[in-house]
């Protein structure tokens, strides 16, 4: 191969001009195209996980929509034992007839005031009875299995005073209903004390 022939030299100038033409191609277009398509794979790779996050939760939504439909329907029952405001007058006069039906004397019936909080409103009534322990736990049962939400706390036994020999206990407790507060009705602590001081 002599390379003093002119063929030869085109040859050569052509193949080093294909190979830089080549090398160009590769570090100019390629190597572009390659960092584009590193890039496009990372974002498909990010979408993916997205789409699959979304997936999940979108799996979720049918188990926490019944579980939300579960809880108002628990709801919905629980305000059925929770009279409104204007019921309390009734639920007063359940209990006193519940009492009276056990033959309980009573001593004293005397709604206390009632206390707001957030959700619910407390209605607490001091009964004083005389009884003897069955009238005592008949009507403390009554109580019990009302429909509505009444507790019993304070309860204070002794002997009576009374010459009945049936009634052999005084008994003294707190029977505590509850009313679902009206929204707007409630003011926190602090904002009650502002609104007295204001006045």
Same mark, same amino acid.
């Given at each position: 191969?002599?390379?003093? #022939?002119?063929?030869?030299?085109?040859?050569?100038?052509?193949?080093?001009?294909?190979?830089?033409?080549? /090398?160009?191609?590769? %570090?100019?277009?390629?190597?572009?195209?390659?960092?584009? /398509? &590193?890039?496009?794979? #990372?974002?498909?790779?990010?979408? @993916? #996980?997205?789409?699959? &996050?979304?997936?999940?939760?979108?799996?979720?939504?049918?188990?926490?929509?019944? &579980?939300?439909?579960? *809880?108002?329907?628990?709801? @919905?029952?629980?305000?059925?034992?929770?009279? &409104?405001?204007? @019921?309390?007058?009734?639920?007063?006069? #359940?209990?006193?007839?519940?009492?009276?039906?056990?033959?309980?004397? %009573?001593?004293?019936?005397?709604?206390?005031?009632?206390?707001?909080?957030? =959700?619910?409103?407390? =209605?607490?009534?001091?009964?004083?009875?005389?009884?003897?322990? =069955?009238?005592?736990?008949?009507?403390?049962?009554?109580?019990?299995?009302?429909?509505?939400?009444?507790?019993?706390?304070?309860?204070?036994?002794?002997?009576?005073?009374?010459?009945?020999?049936?009634?052999? *206990?005084?008994?003294?407790? /707190?029977?505590?209903?509850?009313?679902?507060?009206?929204?707007?009705?409630?003011?926190?602590?602090?904002?009650?004390?502002?609104?007295?001081?204001?006045?």
């Amino acid at each position: 191969m002599n390379l003093k #022939d002119p063929k030869i030299q085109r040859i050569l100038i052509a193949g080093v001009l294909v190979i830089l033409l080549g /090398i160009g191609f590769e %570090f100019g277009t390629l190597r572009g195209k390659r960092r584009e /398509i &590193k890039k496009l794979k #990372d974002t498909y790779a990010k979408v @993916e #996980d997205r789409v699959n &996050k979304a997936r999940a939760i979108a799996g979720r939504v049918k188990t926490l929509q019944a &579980k939300l439909d579960s *809880l108002n329907a628990e709801w @919905e029952a629980l305000q059925q034992k929770l009279p &409104k405001e204007k @019921e309390m007058p009734r639920l007063l006069s #359940d209990l006193a007839r519940a009492g009276t039906r056990t033959n309980a004397e %009573f001593l004293l019936f005397q709604p206390l005031s009632k206390t707001i909080y957030e =959700h619910y409103t407390q =209605h607490p009534v001091k009964i004083e009875i005389d009884a003897s322990y =069955h009238q005592l736990g008949f009507f403390l049962t009554k109580i019990a299995n009302m429909q509505r939400l009444v507790n019993i706390s304070k309860l204070k036994l002794g002997p009576t005073k009374s010459k009945n020999r049936a009634k052999t *206990l005084q008994a003294s407790f /707190i029977a505590t209903a509850y009313t679902i507060t009206k929204p707007g009705t409630y003011k926190p602590p602090e904002e009650e004390k502002k609104q007295r001081r204001s006045r």
